[in-house]
């Protein structure tokens, strides 16, 4: 599967942002979704992530409660709405995808897009 994230941008603190990861192949809904950022100088953590029928969503602690991850099986897209962002949310943004039902190693992984938080 080929993954193509896109939406970041820059935002002010306070402020809202979605992300898309739109991915090929007619398989989508047998992959659980994943998002991982990835700030400066440090190394890539989870976010956020969606079994393959959206019926479960796991979150880090630190965005619990302000961003939320979807997904729209017939559209081949996992969103991720981010709202009540902070500066420390500012990070280059993954999206990812496995075939297995809570993964640890995911297989499969989009480009980045760039989310800069501003005060």
């Known amino acids: 599967v080929q993954l193509q994230a896109s939406g970041g941008g820059l935002v002010q603190a306070g402020g809202s942002l979605r992300l898309s990861c739109e991915a090929s192949?007619?398989?989508?809904?047998?992959?659980?979704m994943g998002w991982f950022r990835q700030a400066p100088g440090k190394e890539r953590e989870f976010v956020a992530s969606?079994?393959?029928?959206?019926?479960?969503?796991y979150y880090a602690d630190s965005v619990k409660g302000r961003f939320t991850i979807s997904r729209d099986n017939a559209k081949n897209t996992v969103f991720l709405q981010m709202n009540s962002l902070k500066l420390e949310d500012t990070a280059v943004y993954y999206c990812?995808?496995?075939?297995?039902?809570?993964?640890?190693?995911?297989?499969?992984w989009g480009q980045g897009t760039l989310v800069t938080v501003s005060s």
């Open positions: 990812a995808a496995d075939r297995s039902y809570l993964p640890v190693n995911w297989g499969y």
């Open positions: 969606i079994t393959y029928s959206g019926s479960r969503t």
């Open positions: 192949g007619r398989t989508f809904s047998s992959y659980a």
